[in-house]
């Protein structure tokens, strides 16, 4: 799984795990040269047109020497390859968020997974924000929160009603809503 970013004269690739939650464990893969586009896109046409090529071909290089001294960048000699890993923390794997598909039924174990979809979703009612019982539940801020740094959090239940925890102390609780669900598009 991977990320494509094409820039002024630069195909910027960043490979993704589904495990990956820091996403400064991402390798990122930049082909292009200053002057133009030409080589990246020679390279595309030359692969044609399949990531799956390209990213083998990167696999390929030894980036411990010159990467333009190894055949796969050989063809394009105007072709500059580098290799580095992502400085962006909060970079996930599209597939470690999913589709956030609503919930259909309370699941039989709860999970952050299943928390996550309850919240994205807001299929809950009677929100409380534990932590300051005063101020509205910032159920955004926890989403992020629980994709940016999954480990530590608990869900526990109460009948109909569950509470997240972080780290051991209460800090939501709501009533789980599954029915009337409406598609966030028609809102």
Request: with cysteine; glycine share 4%.
């Amino acid at each position: 799984m991977c990320l494509i970013d094409l820039q002024t004269t630069y195909l910027q690739i960043t490979l993704l795990d589904e495990t990956m939650l820091d996403g400064r464990q991402a390798i990122k893969y930049s082909l292009g040269s200053s002057e133009t586009l030409e080589p990246a896109w020679q390279l595309i046409k030359g692969c044609e047109w399949r990531l799956s090529r390209i990213i083998t071909g990167l696999e390929t290089l030894d980036f411990n020497t010159n990467a333009r001294d190894n055949d796969f960048a050989n063809q394009l000699s105007a072709l500059s390859v580098r290799k580095f890993y992502a400085k962006d923390k909060r970079l996930l794997a599209p597939s470690l968020i999913g589709g956030l598909a609503p919930l259909t039924k309370p699941p039989e174990q709860w999970s952050i997974t299943a928390a996550i979809a309850l919240l994205s979703n807001e299929q809950f009612e009677q929100p409380h924000y534990l932590a300051r019982p005063d101020k509205r539940a910032p159920t955004e801020q926890l989403l992020l929160q629980m994709l940016d740094s999954p480990e530590g959090w608990d869900i526990t239940t109460n009948g109909e009603t569950i509470t997240l925890l972080y780290h051991q102390s209460p800090v939501f609780s709501c009533r789980i809503k599954l029915d009337n669900y409406t598609p966030r598009l028609k809102r």
